[in-house]
């Protein structure tokens, strides 16, 4: 179990009736009163609406907790902004690693694992870290919105995680691309350099390819199989009985 805050999933009703249609400074600072230490802001740097909300959040909450999924396989693309965004708003996003190095996760796995099974690669390297990351807190925050393809579209702006036992928040699930794209150009909001090469949504740098024009958004990640989510957003049980390298949480002083 991630958490012993069950009793919150009672009130996940009342607080969707309450804050469906408020603006995502108004979902945020909820958030931040409701649960007060316990919330944590989840960031890949690797997409823009993460980087809004982040842009939008530290200004209600300067002192707001942020991490990210630090997989070893991150673009360096990404890592530079995970370090200037740390400059700019002075938070010092926490990286949540694998339990098994690549080199361990090839010895027991088999090599290349994410070419023949990216979901458990994903398990072992994104959402089991991310159970880490949650662990004893209330609620989170994700960049989760509807129109970012059919397996989102019923986003509420406030749900129950049952993977995580957590609350989740996702202040813009109602925003469209293009409102984002705007209050990013408007408020200068630092971007993975990667966008401008045709990478609208960024992953590992095994799995996420350019798009098209016209394509969904996430249309460039893990092409060739049937995924499109890399299983943090998706119900189900994260992978128990790891026995191996021991959990580790980079600051971002050293974000490799």
Not at 134 to 162: F, H, K, M, P, Y
Not at 206 to 231: I, M, Q, S
């Amino acid at each position: 179990m991630t958490t012993t805050y069950l009793n919150d999933q009672s009130h996940i009703p009342k607080w969707q009736g309450l804050l469906e249609g408020k603006t995502p400074q108004e979902l945020l600072a909820w958030g931040f009163k409701e649960f007060g230490d316990k919330i944590k802001l989840a960031c890949s740097f690797g997409g823009i609406t993460g980087m809004t909300i982040l842009d939008m959040a530290v200004k209600i909450n300067p002192k707001v907790k942020v991490f990210y999924g630090d997989t070893d396989f991150l673009f360096p693309e990404t890592y530079a902004l995970v370090e200037e965004a740390a400059r700019r708003y002075g938070i010092n996003p926490v990286g949540y690693k694998s339990r098994w190095t690549p080199e361990q996760q090839a010895k027991e796995f088999g090599e290349a694992l994410w070419a023949r099974d990216p979901d458990r690669c994903c398990e072992l390297r994104k959402v089991e870290p991310t159970g880490r990351a949650l662990s004893g807190e209330r609620a989170w925050i994700s960049g989760l919105r509807r129109d970012q393809g059919s397996t989102r579209a019923a986003v509420g702006v406030v749900e129950w995680d049952e993977k995580y036992e957590v609350v989740k928040l996702n202040p813009l699930a109602a925003w469209t691309s293009r409102q984002v794209k705007e209050y990013i150009a408007a408020h200068n909001v630092p971007t993975n350099a990667l966008h401008a090469k045709g990478f609208p949504s960024i992953g590992c740098t095994h799995c996420t390819k350019p798009v098209k024009e016209g394509e969904d958004e996430r249309a460039g990640r893990w092409k060739g199989f049937d995924k499109v989510e890399c299983g943090i957003n998706v119900s189900g049980s994260v992978t128990a009985g790891v026995e191996a390298a021991k959990p580790q949480a980079l600051d971002v002083s050293s974000p490799r």
